[in-house]
């Protein structure tokens, strides 16, 4: 993994457009993919976007059962 695939909380909160302290909470509970180097909790940007799509298509699959 190079060094642009690694991201910091405030880069993901940025390019998901929430909190850091949004990310930290959901990074600690395990809903997203993260791992920690000694004290800090780092992101893999593939993993982030797997992520992201996979919350999208769940958000799809919900609003579709709601019609």
Known sequence: MDGAQVMTVEEV???LRVRPEWVREIARRG???SFKL???RRFN???VLDW???Q???AY???RRSQ
């Open 13 to 15: 909160a940025e390019l």
């Open 52 to 54: 992201l799509r996979e």
């Open 31 to 33: 809903e997203l993919p």
């Open 61 to 63: 699959k919900r609003e």
């Open 38 to 40: 000694g004290r800090y």
């Open 56 to 58: 999208e298509g769940g």
């Open 45 to 47: 940007r593939m993993k």
